[in-house]
């Protein structure tokens, strides 16, 4: 049985790869929101029209929309929302991970700081 509709996968690993370019390019959170929120509201229309007695599927729905909603209350950061969206859309293949075309290798970020040794 497929857990959820091949449109619903389309979308969300599409998400995931516009979500890694714009990482790279060094998106903000907020940009990053915008660009999920595609994601989340596919999700939503696809647990609205899912029958209830279809538990398996409307059980993967919630715990990705759940999954979105964490990221979105918690995100500190691109490179973290980024797992946490990625995540949800694994979570909605039977298969684990998302496309291989949707990894990214991050750019290290220097950060300073403040204080110092006494």
């Known amino acids: 049985m497929e857990t959820v509709s091949r449109a619903l996968s389309k979308v969300g690993n599409d998400v995931v790869a516009r979500m ?3 990482v790279v390019r060094g998106a903000s ?4 929101q915008f660009l999920a929120s595609e994601f989340y509201e596919a999700l939503k229309a696809e647990l609205d029209q899912t029958p209830r007695h279809e538990a398996a599927r409307v059980g993967a729905l919630v715990a990705a929309a759940r ?3 964490r990221s979105a209350e918690n995100c500190t950061s691109p490179q973290l929302m980024l797992v946490d969206i990625r995540a949800a859309v694994s979570m909605l293949s039977e298969s684990p991970g998302v496309e291989p075309g949707a990894v990214v290798r991050f750019r290290p970020q220097l950060r300073v700081i403040q204080g110092g040794l006494p």
């Open 20 to 22: 890694a370019q714009e």
């Open 29 to 32: 959170v907020v940009r990053l």
């Open 67 to 69: 999954q979105c909603l």
